[in-house]
Nanobody, 125 residues
Framework: QVQLVESGGGLVQTGGSLRLSCVAS????????MAWFRQAPGKEREFVAA????????NYANSVKGRFTISRDNAKNTVYLQMNSLKPEDTAAYYC??????????????????WGKGTLVTVSS
């Protein structure tokens, strides 16, 4: 049974930091590209960042570039999202997702194979 379980969300002040984790099971983690998406209330789910299977390549949405860092530990079947300099507009539910191939550019939610249930990040002003 495939599972993606996110953790690390919470309430933080503007300018603060959080580190999200996503633990995967039930599939060959080190063969999959991994990504983070987010969805704010009343908005569509949007791409945040992606990383290829070896962690050699990464890709970010312009809105988070320079502030967020995606990484992975294949020995732990875990992908991370380090979020620094957080802004109120970063408030959203954050989801990790997996797909078989990595590519540059914006990922569509419809192109992902597996999804977690999300973790909530709230940034207060």
């Amino acid at each position: 049974q495939v599972q993606l379980v996110e953790s690390g969300g919470g309430l933080v002040q503007t300018g603060g930091s959080l580190r999200l984790s996503c633990v995967a099971s039930g599939f060959t983690f080190n063969s999959y590209a991994m990504a983070w998406f987010r969805q704010a209330p009343g908005k569509e789910r949007e791409f945040v960042a992606a990383i290829n299977w070896s962690a050699f390549s990464t890709n970010y949405a312009n809105s988070v570039k320079g502030r967020f860092t995606i990484s992975r530990d294949n020995a732990k079947n875990t992908v991370y999202l380090q979020m620094n300099s957080l802004k109120p507009e970063d408030t959203a539910a954050y989801y990790c997702a997996a797909r078989g191939t990595y590519s540059n550019g914006i990922y569509s939610p419809g192109g992902m194979k597996y999804w977690g249930k999300g973790t909530l990040v709230t940034v207060s002003s």
